[in-house]
């Protein structure tokens, strides 16, 4: 069995523009913020399930309007949050510099997107989220709303191996886990400084997570052991996280 050894890094870290935010997001930042998405002829679709064997291109946007007291300036980008792996997708292209003032009718577009680009499961559900940045830093200005809105794709091409490589970006660590060896009840990860193990399916569904206080080494027993486990991230006190693909 052929393992790679990796550290887990934000896929949606990027560099720092010029950016001004004139508030905190701890009261919901908008009055109004609702997804919007349109075919290639201008026709408003259901932003809550999206077929793109049926629309081919299609472009995504949304309707914001601040509320009092608050106020953003700076890049903008339109981002689904898988629910199950946390996996974020940017949507169509970044805005490089937005303004949103409060009382202000706004609607952000970030272009078309060919269907067959995006890369997403059938019937996973996926939060829809605008994000800021602050200092560099990512962040969801929709966070506080009350309001969170979802949506569901059928007729996407992409498979779960093809998924689940794009959510990590990848570097080598040492001293982290050496080997895995399942013995058809248990994982046991051989290795130093071993301090949580996390189990993914095939399907990006957590199946375990565990912290081991940095033992030497380290068995995962599961209740039902898994026949196609695709993923084990291992956290070490070497690094912040590290994972095998099984």
Known sequence: MQMMLLLVKNPLNSTSNSV??????????????????????????????????IEKVLSYGFL???SEGHSYSGPLSIVLEDVITQKQIQVGAKIAHEDLVAGEMKV?????????????????????????EKNGVPFNLLENQEDQYYVTFEGSKTT?????????????VEN????????????????????????YGVDGKQLLS?????????????????????????GTTMASGSHKRL
């Open 160 to 172: 779960n191996q093809e998924y689940l490589t794009g959510i990590f970006d990848t570097q080598s």
């Open 176 to 199: 982290a886990a050496q080997r895995v060896v399942f013995d058809g009840a248990q994982w046991n990860i051989l290795g130093e400084n071993i301090t949580d193990v996390v189990l």
């Open 210 to 234: 565990i912290k081991n206080n940095a033992k030497l080494d380290c068995p995962c027993c599961t209740s039902n052991p898994p026949q196609r486990a695709s993923l084990l991230c291992v």
């Open 108 to 132: 952000i577009n970030v272009g078309q997107v060919q269907s067959s680009s995006l890369k997403v499961l059938n019937k996973r559900s996926y939060k829809w989220m605008v994000m800021g």
């Open 20 to 53: 001004t935010i004139e508030s905190e997001v701890i009261s919901p930042f908008f009055t109004m913020a609702f997804p919007s998405v349109s075919n290639s002829d201008g026709e408003g679709i259901s932003s809550e399930k999206i077929n793109l064997n």
């Open 64 to 66: 914001l309007n601040a």
